[in-house]
């Protein structure tokens, strides 16, 4: 058996036309949804991120301005930049981009956003949402995973599915998106014993973790569905994910690819929060 393939590509882009369509009914309405997006620093790939962010932004229609900050900022000034931004009820959506300079504190940076503009997902509050099943802002990533097993039909109840990764950013607000749905969530980490005996037990496998090769054909019950959220680099120096796609598909029912796979429905759903969050204050 060879799977089939989860285009995110193809999914995000159905996503933004989805976006782009609800965005001018906003309009049409005198709201003009918008997103802010602050860069602190010089970081090369989060100067790459925040483009792309402003990009989708503007194709879809929605107002999205890039607010370059040196590394020397202060925290105190972000901080009063983000109350600012809080305050301004033309902005819809705050996103900081990480990482931050070392000087500044993450949790307390993003704990200054107000939770009604945090389409990240990563405040406290939008993670306590979560957790017990109100409505907040999910994290763009597993909240993308999610549409992608929508889109094929994927029935979660009763499933067993294994998440390797227990970031904040991913691997737990995935398990929970699943729980929510009604698998049986096990979550896997650097200390998991014998990783492969509990994958071989999935239905659907999440692999967040960030290292080549950690899922492979072995390791994966036949017709599985495996979503590859890794992003890594081979010998080569070409984007791959921590599954091992060419032994994984043949085995699996379902895979996504990297690239084209979850790095596109993370950016779309950004583009759905930065939305929501509009329409939420309308
Ligand atoms: P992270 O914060 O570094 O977390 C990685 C997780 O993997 C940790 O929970 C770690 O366990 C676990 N882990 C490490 N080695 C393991 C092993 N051998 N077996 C099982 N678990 C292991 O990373 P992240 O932010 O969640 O990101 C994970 C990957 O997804 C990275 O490659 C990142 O670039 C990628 N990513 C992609 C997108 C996208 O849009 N495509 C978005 C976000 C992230 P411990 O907790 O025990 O350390």
Known sequence: MTAQLIDGNALAHKIRAE??????????????PALSVILVGDDPASDVYTRHKVKDSTETGLAATLERYPATMTQADLLARIRTLNADAAVHGILVQLPLPRHMDTHKVIETISPAKDVDGFHIASAGA?????????????????KMLESIG???????????????????????????????????????????????QADVIVAA????????????????VVIDVG?????????????DFEGVRQVAGWITPVPGGVGPMTRAMLLVNTLEAAERVT
């Open 19 to 32: 976006v782009a369509h609800r965005t001018a009914a906003l309009k049409a309405r005198g709201v003009q």
């Open 154 to 200: 994927c029935e979660l109840r009763g499933k067993h599915a294994v998440v390797i990764g227990r970031s904040n950013i991913v691997g737990k607000p995935m398990a929970l998106m699943l729980l929510q749905k009604n698998a049986t969530v096990t979550i896997c980490h650097s200390a998991t014993a014998d990783l492969g005996a509990i994958t071989r």
């Open 231 to 243: 992003m890594n680099r081979n010998d080569q120096g070409k984007l791959c994910g921590d599954v």
């Open 209 to 224: 973790v960030g290292k080549r090769n950690v899922l492979t054909a072995d390791m994966v019950k036949p017709g599985a």
């Open 130 to 146: 979560l957790l017990v099943g109100q409505p907040g802002f999910w994290p763009c990533t597993p909240f993308g995973c999610m």
